[in-house]
Every structure is written in C-alpha cells, then in structure tokens.
C-alpha cells in the first residue's frame, strides 16, 4: 500500500511535485521522496482517509471503529496467531428489539440470515446480503468484536452496539494477513522490472484535481470521495490474490481504502 511520508493534518500542495512520465521501465523523474507505499497483500489493505464524503464509506469507517495511528502500524506487523474472521450480521434500531426476536426465530426455522439483511437490515451492508467481508480484532466496535470474536463458526449471535440490535454469525476465520509499508525507493526499484505491473495493481485514491497536478503511469484512479461510485466494483475490476498497492498524498486515505479492501477479501497489501 502506497502512503505519504507524514502524517500532517494539513494536505500538501502537489503542484510542488514534478512528476513526469519517461520510458516504459523508468517510471518517475523524480526518486518520489514525497511519497511512502504500503503495499497491499492479497490478505490486506488499507482504507480510508481523514475527510470522508461518502455516507456508505463513512458509515463503514464508524463501524469499523477509530483508526488510529498505533492501529495502523499494528496492522502492518500482524503478531503470529492473529485470526482474522468473515462475518454476516443484520442490524434493527435500539428500539426495534422485537423485530430482532423474530428475524432470530425465522433464521432458527431455516430462513436465509442473507434475505432477511436485505429485506429489513439498516446497515448499508444490506446491499451485500448482511456481509462485512474479513475483520480483525481493533477493526470493529468493541461490543460488535467482543461478539464475533466469541461467536463459534456458523452459530447465530445477537448484540447491541451505539447502533442498534445486530444479529451476526462467523462464517470462516484465518490466519490475518499483513499491511506493510513501502518506501518510494522500493517501489521505484520494482518499477524498473517490466514484469511488474503484470504481477501488481496498482491504485491511486487521490482526487482528479490532485491527479491533474501529478500523475503517476500505471496507477488506476479511484478518487476516495467517488468511493460509493466504485466500491461495488473492486473485485470484478482487481484480483484480490494479486499484490495490490494503494497510494495517497499523505497515507490517511490510502490508509482506509486499503483496510477497506482487507474486508473484501483482499489479501496482498
């Protein structure tokens, strides 16, 4: 996964970049000393950024928990026998504990968890059949992970967050996959190899006025205030099994979009 050099609150001016294209096995003109990379594996990536437009984005980054910066170095180095699980849920309002009961008793009688999501969840994962992809512990709010984390495989659980009553089952879990940063020079080095954009993807979330001032050859631009526009097509479009490497000005962005992607069942980041 692609990140800046820091951190800063404030967004730094691109137009003091002089990226150019050359040849087709030298990339940059310059040696990227305003960038840093997180590559992304085929088992994760890296999401979000600090001024989110998109509601459905936004609303994920809530569930997901606060990203912090300690959470996102701890990504990048997953501690052995870290599990990562696939979780379905469907959520009602706090006040809607009756419902909930009975979409628990339909499930008990064979009913789908995944039509029922759909019919009467109001998460916007509805639109997925109640899914919300792969998740580690520190991803998500504490009373929903408690839950899942405690939940054996394929049993249904109920719980309550700020956001109302959910109803959720562990569908899979595995060994967690690893974020790990890149430096420029990595990156620009692999970028020689002419095979290497045949083995990687590549993607850059910044905005087009962004991209109009520096743009980067080979990079897929997927500008992360159009993310509701692109999200639902990201695994027809990339392969999850592929190294995929996300870049941003200064690594907040990227930084979600590639934990959003972890959830998709990506797995190089």
Same mark, same amino acid.
């Given at each position: 996964?692609?990140?800046?050099?820091?951190?800063?609150?404030?967004?730094? @001016?691109?137009?003091? &970049?002089?990226?150019?294209?050359?040849?087709?096995?030298?990339?940059?003109? *310059?040696?990227?000393?305003?960038?840093?990379?997180?590559?992304v594996?085929?088992?994760? @990536?890296?999401?979000?950024?600090?001024?989110?437009?998109?509601?459905?984005?936004? !609303?994920? &980054?809530s569930?997901?928990?606060?990203?912090?910066?300690?959470?996102?170095?701890?990504?990048?180095?997953?501690?052995?026998?870290?599990?990562?699980?696939?979780?379905?849920?469907?959520?009602?309002?706090?006040?809607?504990?009756?419902?909930?009961?009975?979409?628990?008793?339909?499930?008990?009688?064979?009913?789908?968890?995944?039509?029922?999501?759909?019919?009467?969840?109001?998460?916007?994962?509805?639109?997925?059949?109640?899914?919300?992809? !792969?998740?580690?512990r520190?991803?998500?709010?504490?009373?929903?992970?408690?839950?899942?984390?405690?939940?054996?495989?394929?049993?249904?659980?109920?719980c309550?967050?700020?956001?109302? !009553?959910? &109803?959720?089952?562990v569908?899979s879990?595995?060994?967690?996959?690893? @974020?790990?940063?890149?430096?420029?020079?990595?990156?620009?080095?692999?970028? =020689?190899d002419p095979?290497? &954009?045949?083995?990687? =993807?590549?993607?850059?979330?910044?905005?087009?006025?962004?991209?109009?001032?520096?743009?980067?050859?080979?990079?897929?631009?997927?500008?992360?205030?159009?993310?509701?526009? !692109?999200?639902?097509?990201?695994?027809?479009?990339?392969?999850?099994?592929?190294?995929?490497?996300?870049? *941003?000005?200064?690594?907040?962005?990227?930084?979600?979009?590639?934990?959003?992607? =972890?959830?998709?069942?990506?797995?190089?980041?």
């Amino acid at each position: 996964m692609l990140r800046a050099s820091s951190l800063k609150p404030s967004p730094i @001016l691109l137009s003091n &970049l002089n990226f150019t294209l050359v040849s087709s096995h030298n990339f940059f003109s *310059c040696p990227l000393n305003n960038f840093k990379f997180l590559p992304v594996s085929p088992t994760s @990536l890296k999401l979000v950024s600090t001024s989110v437009s998109s509601p459905k984005l936004r !609303w994920s &980054l809530s569930m997901m928990g606060s990203l912090s910066s300690k959470a996102s170095i701890s990504s990048a180095a997953s501690t052995e026998g870290e599990r990562e699980i696939l979780v379905q849920h469907l959520l009602v309002k706090e006040d809607n504990l009756k419902l909930l009961v009975e979409l628990q008793q339909k499930i008990a009688r064979g009913e789908d968890l995944s039509d029922l999501a759909t019919e009467h969840s109001i998460c916007p994962s509805k639109e997925q059949g109640g899914m919300l992809g !792969w998740v580690r512990r520190g991803q998500m709010v504490p009373e929903f992970e408690e839950a899942a984390f405690s939940a054996p495989p394929n049993k249904l659980v109920k719980c309550k967050t700020k956001f109302g !009553w959910h &109803l959720l089952q562990v569908l899979s879990e595995r060994e967690a996959s690893l @974020l790990r940063d890149v430096e420029p020079q990595e990156l620009h080095v692999k970028m =020689q190899d002419p095979n290497f &954009l045949d083995e990687a =993807q590549l993607i850059d979330v910044r905005e087009p006025e962004e991209i109009a001032q520096a743009s980067l050859p080979g990079f897929v631009v997927l500008p992360l205030r159009q993310f509701g526009t !692109w999200s639902s097509e990201v695994t027809t479009k990339f392969n999850p099994q592929k190294d995929t490497y996300v870049l *941003c000005h200064h690594g907040v962005r990227s930084l979600q979009v590639a934990k959003w992607l =972890q959830t998709q069942v990506f797995f190089h980041l």
